[in-house]
């Protein structure tokens, strides 16, 4: 989990996260700024909690570092550059990005980013991702994972996340 940094107001807890949440992020982003290229800087350094539908956070990658290219098939996203300038590419089309850029990619794009030497940060907000669960994604096959015969993840029900009936 990440460590807030920011200075929050209006933050309430348990299931009802009340009507705003207010975040003062300018100092997290002034501080990653000053010193791109700081050791450990890389990462998430504020992220939304307590907030049941959404989740943001704030992204900051240092002088030249990179995330590399990855697919998320789970939600689309929304991120707006707030220091630094880099470069987003989507589907294989690059995308020079700077302070107030905002940069949207769909769930099953492609992509991967890449700081300046400047540094990077920006701050993500999508719909928040499911919990994991135990099973197959619906409508998937099932894959042989090997193992001996204690192991019953293929006989996992794509329906109910049980073990399949009359298998046991």
Known sequence: MATNEAESTGRATGTDP???HVAGLASVVARLSADPGREGANGVHWTLEDVADLNANL????????????????????A??????????????????????????????ERSIEASPEGLTYLTVHRRRAGLTVGRPRGSEPVDVG??????????????????????
Not at 63 to 78: F, K, L, M, P, Y
Not at 154 to 167: M, N, Q, R, S, Y
């Open 18 to 20: 009340g009507p705003a």
């Open 147 to 168: 193992g001996d015969s204690a192991c019953w993840a293929h006989l996992v029900d794509d329906e109910t996340g049980g073990i399949e009936k009359g298998t046991r």
């Open 80 to 109: 707006l550059v707030l220091a630094g300038h880099g470069v987003v590419v989507v589907d294989g089309t690059a995308h020079p990005v700077g302070p107030l850029d905002l940069v949207t990619w769909r769930r099953g794009a």
């Open 59 to 78: 992204v900051h990658l240092g002088s030249g570092s990179t995330i590399a290219s990855h697919r998320n098939d789970e939600v689309d996203v929304v």
